[in-house]
């Protein structure tokens, strides 16, 4: 045994370790609060608001989130398998397709939007405490509220899953009453202009409409690649059907849910970002406060559900830092995202086209993990294939070129047009990968405990 398999129980390796079914921590209903936080968002908010640009009415909003959301379950529940059977992180199972050295690849594109993301959602945070700040004590410092709630965030981050599930399972709560309650404001003072506006207009379902689905099934396909970083945590026992119960009751009413708001909410007042028009809508503090609460906690367990954790592990697999230092480091580049602009009227179809691009990249790191798993490797690995993946100089040693070119080749394709790039890429990348595999010379080690043996 390598001196990499004899290390792997350290202390500072132990996020990446395979986790015991002993060790795990979430439940069923852990899993679904938890879930449902991550998907909360101030940015399928803003995702809703982008749509009307397409000139879609409210019934084809509602039907892009939902086919949207349907699809993105669909693609979880397929690829949280590896790590659940395996207890090893999404780091780790892309070694498996693509090499101990080729996987740094996907994962630093997996954990891009990541950082992305956590400093746009930081600072609508910061916003959110600014705003309730404004409304009881008249000071106004969007800046001072937003280096607060960041190095909250990350103190909560070094806490590790144990924080992401306390978050969670509270915000999960929280959020949903919330939510109901948003939407009680925009139908009940704002009935009349969105009826009028967005409901009664007559829409398309032509191009536009399936670039909505796109969108709002990219906004989150960035979980769907890292799904394995979640389900190693869930506790054993849970069959691939109740897991997919679970995350379809997280996900797909809250994200449905948030579109509609988001498009009602910009249609009554006009203001594309979220905060400012709820801040706009709510005359009475209190409400004010429940609502930027509301806010607040969104943001806060989106970030660490899913923001945090993929970009860490990232940094923790291809630099070897330690948890603490890799959640620091993640949160200051957040910062360095410069996310007041991305925040901006102006930048919400720039969201919605960066959104559409990552997609295009996601798509094939998806396709080669699904055909490496479910059809080369038909959904088993032995212990001892697992424990090759920690091998520097095992049999996944390197680079696999047969997944790099599958990538390249599928994102070319994705990019000609990002509004369609998920439906456009996948299977091509799919097919290169599996006849790059069967038929290079350098993937003959690669080979080993697949079907093409």
Not at 38 to 43: T, Y
Request: hydrophobic letters at 50%; one cysteine or more; aromatic letters at 12%.
């Amino acid at each position: 045994m390598s001196e990499v398999k004899n290390k792997e129980v350290k202390k500072e390796a132990s996020s990446l370790a395979p986790i015991k079914e002993k060790d795990r921590i979430m439940g069923w209903g852990s899993n679904t609060m938890l879930w449902l936080g991550g998907c909360i968002s101030i940015g399928t908010l803003t995702m809703g608001s982008a749509q009307l640009e397409k000139g879609l009415n409210l019934v084809q909003l509602f039907a892009a989130v939902l086919l949207g959301s349907l699809l993105l379950i669909v693609g979880i529940a397929m690829n949280d398998q590896f790590s659940y059977k395996t207890g090893a992180p999404y780091s780790v199972q892309l070694k498996s397709a693509f090499g101990t050295k080729g996987s740094i690849v996907p994962v630093m594109i997996r954990g891009l939007p990541g950082i992305v993301w956590y400093g746009f959602q930081t600072w609508l945070g910061g916003a959110a405490l600014n705003n309730i700040s404004i409304a009881f004590f008249g000071y106004d410092n969007i800046w001072v509220y937003f280096v607060l709630f960041q190095v909250v965030q990350i103190l909560l981050s070094i806490k590790g899953f144990q924080g992401a599930k306390w978050v969670g399972n509270i915000g999960g709560v929280v959020i949903s009453l919330a939510m109901i309650y948003l939407l009680y404001i925009c139908i009940s003072q704002y009935g009349d202009t969105i009826g009028q506006k967005l409901l009664h207009k007559e829409g398309t379902w032509g191009m536009p409409f399936i670039a909505a689905v796109i969108a709002f099934f990219g906004n989150s396909t960035t979980v769907m690649l890292n799904a394995g970083d979640y389900s190693r945590e869930m506790k054993s026992g849970y069959s691939a059907v109740t897991r997919g119960v679970s995350y379809f009751l997280a996900m797909v009413p809250a994200t449905v849910l948030l579109g509609l708001i988001g498009a009602m909410v910009s249609t009554a007042t006009g203001i594309a970002n979220p905060i400012n028009a709820f801040a706009q809508m709510v005359e009475n503090k209190f409400v004010l406060v429940v609502t930027l609460g509301f806010i607040i906690f969104a943001q806060l367990s989106t970030n660490l559900a899913s923001n945090v954790i993929p970009p860490a592990y990232a940094f923790m697999d291809a630099f070897k830092m330690k948890h603490r230092t890799a959640v620091i480091l993640v949160g200051v580049l957040a910062v360095a995202t410069c996310p007041w602009i991305l925040t901006s009227n102006s930048s919400a179809a720039g969201l919605d086209i960066f959104v559409k691009v990552y997609t295009a990249f996601f798509g094939p790191i998806f396709a080669v993990l699904i055909t490496d798993f479910f059809i080369l490797r038909r959904r088993t690995y032995t212990e001892e294939a697992l424990q090759d993946l920690y091998d520097e100089k095992g049999d996944h040693a390197g680079v696999n070129w047969a997944a790099i070119l599958a990538i390249a080749v599928g994102a070319v394709i994705g990019l000609l047009n990002v509004n369609i790039s998920f439906f456009t890429a996948t299977i091509p990348t799919g097919l290169i990968y599996y006849f790059g595999m069967k038929k290079m010379p350098s993937c003959a080690r690669f080979r080993k405990g697949t079907s093409l043996e």
